[in-house]
């Protein structure tokens, strides 16, 4: 009887053991899959950080213009939102960069018609940024150059104040697209290159007739830059 059942024992216990085998497999297989897992997310956590720095580093300067682009990215948690912060911060270093070329291009034409003897007035008025230049040879004219917010290049316009003829205003645009001329010179040697689109022939518009005939004398100066890059502007 108990020749039979030793056998029968044996093989009871290695069941168990094979069992426990498994049970025991199964476990450790089961921790190696969480071990990599967290690793994983360890690893794209720590690949997440670096491209954040990154992107801080890259855009520092656009980032200290545009404050809520630093919580974007401080709050961006995937790739895809990190993707989404980034195409936000070329779009705002270009239109930085827009700005800061308008204003150093708006500065240096003031002061190159400045140099040219005119007495200049700056106004920033509806979207338009607006270079009134004034000579004492043309008391009742001036000449005018109006950047439009909404676009890329600038134009120049002739302005007469109170009752003109139309020799005086001839005379004017004559004299006036001279000095374009030189101011185009000018605005060349300050690093701004400019590409003349069209240009008119004297007398081809009427002289705009100005509403006021009051004009400041004084020449607001704004801000040049040293070794300036190349800025572009059409007119």
């Known amino acids: ?12 216990h290695d069941a168990a053991d094979q069992g426990a085998v498994r049970t025991l497999d199964k476990a450790v297989r089961s921790l190696e899959g969480q071990i990599t897992r967290v690793l994983r997310e360890q690893q794209a956590a720590e690949l997440h950080a670096t491209k954040r720095r990154a992107l801080a ?26 993707d989404q912060v980034r195409a936000a911060l070329v779009r705002t270093r270009a239109e930085l960069d827009r700005a800061a070329d308008r204003a150093y291009v708006l500065a240096q034409a003031e002061h190159a018609l400045t140099d040219l003897g005119y007495a200049v007035d700056v106004v920033h008025d509806r979207g338009v940024d607006r270079l009134t230049a004034r000579s004492a040879t043309f008391r009742s004219h001036a000449l ?3 950047f439009p917010s909404d676009d890329a290049g600038w134009h120049t316009r002739a302005v007469a104040f109170g009752a003109t003829d139309a020799r005086d205003d001839a005379s004017f645009e004559q004299a006036s ?11 060349g040697r300050r690093g701004v290159q400019i590409d003349v689109t069209r240009r008119l022939p004297v007398g081809t518009l009427p002289v705009l007739r100005a509403v006021s005939s009051t004009v400041s004398q004084a020449a607001i100066r704004g801000t040049t830059r040293n070794q300036p890059r190349v800025r572009s502007l059409d007119t």
Do not use: K, N
Request: glycine content about 0%; proline content about 4%; aromatic content about 2%.
């Open 57 to 82: 580093a890259d855009y520092a300067e656009v980032l200290a213009a545009a404050p809520h682009l630093t919580t974007q990215l401080m709050d961006a948690t995937t790739s895809e939102e990190l």
């Open 144 to 146: 005018q150059v109006l």
């Open 1 to 12: 009887m108990r020749e039979r059942l030793l056998p029968a024992l044996q093989a009871a």
């Open 177 to 187: 697209c001279a000095d374009v001329d030189r101011l185009l010179a000018d605005l």
